[in-house]
Structures are given as structure tokens and as C-alpha cells.
């Protein structure tokens, strides 16, 4: 079975920075697209960033370009999203996800693999 764990979510003031980790078990890094969600409260779920497989495109939601940074040790099987000038509208249940074939951020039913979310929270 294909198990995602994220974790690294936490309580920061604007500005601030997080570092959330995806630690995966029962695929290989390497063969899946593998990136990130996120759910604000009362609001759909939003892809965050993805990175593809093979030829390894990464994919940023405009929201979050050139403050957050996707990066993977597939030996390891675990994913990183590096969060810096993290703002209030930034808090939300992030998820990390897979999918066989391809990343698909705009859909929130297109990646196959779902883990359990990490709370980030961020004040204002």
C-alpha cells in the first residue's frame, strides 16, 4: 500500500519560514509525480506544487511562486516543501500527494495518493 506521511507544520508569524517533509512507503519517489496540497478552512483543496516524474518538471501555484521551493531525495523516499515569507493566508491543512502517471494541480481529484495533513498556521 502506498502510505504518505507529511509533518514539519507548525505556528509562525508572517514572515516566517517552515520546512514540511513527505516521508513515502510502498512506492518509489522516482516513478511517481509527488508534490503538495493544501485546504484553508472552508475552502476547496488547492495544489500547492508538484514535481513530475522523469524528466523532474516542478510546478508552482502562482500564490506560492518564488517563496516556496519543492525538492526530493528520492534514496530516501521523502519530499521536502520549503516555505519561506510565509503569510496568514498561507495557513492551512497541507497534504502531500502522488500520483502513477502525472502532476495535476488543479484538480483536487487528480493525484491518486493522499497522506494525512500538517497543520501550518501562520499569524498575522
Known amino acids: 500500500d502506498v502510505q504518505l506521511q507529511a509533518s514539519g507544520g507548525g505556528l509562525v508569524q508572517a514572515g516566517g519560514f517552515l520546512r514540511l517533509s513527505c516521508a513515502g512507503s510502498?512506492?518509489?519517489?522516482?516513478?511517481?509525480?509527488i508534490g503538495w496540497f493544501r485546504q484553508a478552512p472552508g475552502k476547496e483543496r488547492e495544489g500547492v506544487s508538484c514535481?513530475?516524474?522523469?524528466?523532474?518538471?516542478?510546478y508552482y501555484a502562482d500564490s506560492v511562486k518564488g517563496r516556496f521551493t519543492i525538492s526530493s531525495d528520492n534514496a530516501k523516499n521523502t519530499m521536502y516543501l520549503q516555505m519561506n515569507g510565509l503569510k496568514p493566508e498561507d495557513t492551512a491543512v497541507y497534504y502531500c500527494?502522488?500520483?502513477?502517471?502525472?502532476?495535476?494541480?488543479?484538480?483536487?481529484?487528480?493525484?491518486?495518493?493522499w497522506g494525512k495533513g500538517t497543520q501550518v498556521t501562520v499569524s498575522s
Open positions: 500527494v502522488a500520483d502513477p502517471v502525472r502532476c495535476v494541480l488543479h484538480n483536487q481529484y487528480g493525484m491518486d495518493f
Open positions: 514535481i513530475s516524474p522523469g524528466d523532474g518538471s516542478i
Open positions: 510502498g512506492l518509489r519517489f522516482d516513478d511517481y509525480a
